[in-house]
């Protein structure tokens, strides 16, 4: 890194005295390539296509935390340089491959290398965002965390008919509420654990930061041509902070409920 | 804190780049109260009793560095002023009564000092952690998590008999090869889940540093009067160190044998 680079943008929280109920993260926020670190030998095209970042995820991540008032924790580095929703042992946390396309940076990474971008994106990444939750906690309001991610509409060649993907790690019960919630309410295709799930070792974050306290969480999947443009990012928050907020009362319901008999 | 402090001894690392394959955790490894915090109201007598700390317990964590070559990552305050085995929301963490004990300081805490504790104490302990857990994954060497705590023979009036304690977070495996192996070696009364277990809340460490990586972890129990003094300690450590190696070599054993089934 040189002198006039500054410290590198892992990590944004925006809102972060934000008094609802959820937390929301975007990992695959931003497809920059700090010079620390190069572009991998990537094309333009390549670090502007959707295995770089989630377009449109940090957009609608946004509209969420102002519709919501949740705080926003969002990383500032590309995914292919870290990507924050992979353990530092995944393949895919510096991924050689990623769809169609060759990551040559990534192709013979040393020891060094991959232990410099786990201390430099990863570990401060989830620092912020664990110091985000335990306050939280600390408080006694834990938060409900809702990832935000985008998914590309045609992937190894294939259309995806999927517009909304709703992901859960361990515990099923605020995933459900908001498929019941968002099939009601959205007209979205709507499906759970769907284009992925967390056998395919996506909820990394979600098991890192969610499971270990209990606390109630969903992982959205858009596909990113719903999100094309500024007017279509906010229709998109419109539909869904509402299948947000009536999920959670559904699911407080529903414990409560439980408590009852 | 006054000027003269200096920075808390919230955690120490020794070992850093021991290269067996555990790596060793010690919570209530020390009953420092940091005047920064001060003495929480408590008698001398309750300041060095099993309710501030596991007596025995950092000593036999060292002496099984030692024997394994693991890095040790241990705490240097009082579980009482924060139980860095508890998240910051759960009542255990700044416990206002521990057995028998009313603990003065914590019957009113503020919000505002128990975000202090959480900050200064939790969060920087467990950030220490997984950055050591991190570094042993990204270099592709994911370490085998063992946590050391020792328990009082006498709780509530009532006489334990189990020696040794053999807990586990959602994972079983390795702390059932640390059983067979430990009934086997060392003619302790041993037992899984006892004195305590995952249901009772004591195994957040485990739940968030190595089931989120999917390691291998135990959580050791020691009955505190088989560590009343050096060579008791150097005993127990000579019993347990081939245990833990004899364990993960069964395990290994048994994970090859799936494989080629």
Not at 83 to 101: I, Q, T, V
Not at 102 to 126: K, M
Not at 201 to 211: C, E, Y
Not at 243 to 261: C, D, F, N, P, Q
């Amino acid at each position: 890194m040189t002198a006039t680079d500054g410290p590198l943008p892992v990590v944004t929280i925006e809102n972060r005295e934000g008094g609802g109920p959820f937390l929301i993260v975007c990992e695959h926020a931003s497809n920059h390539f700090p010079s620390a670190f190069g572009t991998l030998g990537l094309s333009k095209s390549a670090r502007v296509a959707h295995i770089a970042w989630d377009p449109g995820a940090l957009a609608l991540a946004r509209a969420l935390s102002g519709a919501l008032d949740a705080p926003l924790v969002s990383a500032g580095i590309s995914r292919l340089i870290y990507d924050l929703n992979r353990p530092p042992h995944a393949p895919g946390a510096m991924a050689a491959k990623s769809e169609l396309f060759d990551v040559p940076g990534n192709a013979e990474i040393s020891g060094n290398e991959r232990a410099r971008r786990t201390e430099q994106i990863y570990l401060p990444f989830h620092a912020a965002l664990h110091d985000a939750i335990a306050h939280r906690l600390a408080a006694g309001r834990p938060p409900v965390i809702v990832t935000v991610h985008s998914f590309t509409p045609v992937y190894f060649g294939k259309r995806r008919d999927v517009e909304l993907g709703i992901i859960h790690d361990a515990d099923p019960e605020f995933a459900e509420a908001v498929l019941a919630e968002a099939e009601g309410r959205t007209g979205l295709i709507c499906r759970l654990n769907d284009p992925y799930s967390a056998a395919d070792g996506v909820t990394h974050t979600l098991r890192l930061q969610a499971t270990p306290y209990g606390l109630a969480h969903v992982m959205l999947e858009i596909r990113n041509d719903l999100l094309g443009d500024g007017a279509a990012v906010a229709e998109m928050a419109a539909r869904l902070a509402p299948v947000l907020r009536a999920a959670l009362s559904r699911m407080v319901a529903k414990t409560g409920e439980r408590a009852a008999h």
